[in-house]
T-cell receptor, first 109, second 114 residues
């Protein structure tokens, strides 16, 4: 089976940097993805890591360590609009996505 | 960017009614998915399809059924709705074959069964 763990809530102020961690257990591993979901909205794809290291996309970066079964999403220069839920998801041997329970990020002014 | 549509967006219905949630995508994606998500909770895969005439049940047991007669269309049906079916239902699609599994989600259907 597959399981993922991520913090349920994170709070930070505008302009700050926040890191959302994700640890996973999976049978077979192809990659770790991150999705953003605003209240009432659809999840949208943010980033994907298949290999160890850091991937940067604008203010967002994602890191993966396959040996540690660990990854994180780094959000820099936080803005109010970044308040949302962030889900890590692992693509395993079944080539589907298994999602974590999500981290609710609240950005304060 | 994928275009994926779901109707209705909101549905309030009585117990015992039959309902069909529609999902269509215009990108020609082979793979399509249905997820169930309660407020503030994770997404649970309930059905998926890797192409026409291919459907499988997901990790979460569901009393719903799906069909895939056309590539672009993946409807979900509940024969007899119950209050326990109250939830948000999200449809998604992805391109195959791709090493990177990036899923594109529709706006969701919020279902309330009274």
């Amino acid at each position: 089976g597959q399981s993922l763990e991520q913090p349920s809530e994170v709070t930070a102020v505008e302009g700050a940097i926040v890191q959302i961690n994700c640890t996973y257990q999976t049978s077979g591993f192809y990659g770790l993805s991150w999705y953003q979901q605003h209240d009432g909205g659809a999840p949208t794809f943010l980033s994907y890591n298949a290999l160890d290291g850091l991937e940067e996309t604008g203010r967002f970066s994602s890191f993966l360590s396959r040996s540690d079964s660990y990854g994180y999403l780094l959000l820099q220069e936080l803005q109010m609009k970044d308040s949302a839920s962030y889900f890590c998801a692992v693509s395993g041997s079944a080539r589907q996505l298994t999602f974590g329970s999500g981290t609710q990020l609240t950005v304060l002014p | 960017e994928a275009d994926i549509y779901q109707t209705p967006r909101y549905l309030v219905i009585g117990t015992g009614k039959k309902i069909t949630l529609e999902c269509s995508q215009t990108m020609g994606h082979d793979k399509m998915y249905w997820y169930q998500q309660d407020p503030g909770m994770e997404l649970h895969l309930i059905h998926y399809s890797y192409g026409v005439n291919s459907t499988e049940k997901g990790d979460l047991s569901s009393e719903s059924t799906v069909s895939r007669i056309r590539t672009e269309h993946f409807p979900l049906t509940l024969e007899s709705a119950r209050p326990s079916h109250t939830s948000q239902y999200l449809c998604a699609s992805s391109e195959s074959p791709r090493l990177q599994e990036t899923q594109y989600f529709g706006p969701g259907t919020r279902l309330l069964v009274l």
